[in-house]
Nanobody, 128 residues
Framework: QVQLAESGGGLVQAGGSLRLSCACS????????MGWFRQAPGKEREFVQS????????RYLDSIKGRFTISRDNAKNTVYLQMSALKPEDTGVYYCAAQTRVLSNALGSTAAADYDYWGQGTQVTVSS
């Protein structure tokens, strides 16, 4: 059984930064591509960024380009999302997710349905 636990959310002013972490336990972390998704009130969950198993390839939502950076430390079983230049529209619950059955250099999917394990989410609120 895989368990994912996010941390690092909070309240921040526009233009500020936050670093989210997601710790994985239960299985071999390096077997999974990892993704970050977010869900704003009244909206569907949307893809933010993903990273391959080996950490060499990433993909991202266009609106966060140049502001967010995903990374992973397979020795620590943790994936990170460094967020900077935050905007009020970045507000939402941020979830990390693990995708199994992927090649080592395959980009994580942008579709939530392709992910097998999810964390409980961490709230990010950006005030204007």
């Amino acid at each position: 059984q895989v368990q994912l636990a996010e941390s690092g959310g909070g309240l921040v002013q526009a233009g500020g930064s936050l670093r989210l972490s997601c710790a994985c336990s239960g299985r071999t972390f390096s077997d999974y591509a990892m993704g970050w998704f977010r869900q704003a009130p009244g909206k569907e969950r949307e893809f933010v960024q993903s990273i391959s198993r080996n950490g060499l390839r990433t993909r991202y939502l266009d609106s966060i380009k140049g502001r967010f950076t995903i990374s992973r430390d397979n020795a620590k079983n943790t994936v990170y999302l460094q967020m900077s230049a935050l905007k009020p529209e970045d507000t939402g619950v941020y979830y990390c997710a693990a995708q199994t059955r992927v090649l080592s250099n395959a980009l994580g999917s942008t579709a939530a349905a392709d992910y097998d394990y999810w964390g409980q989410g961490t709230q990010v609120t950006v005030s204007s």
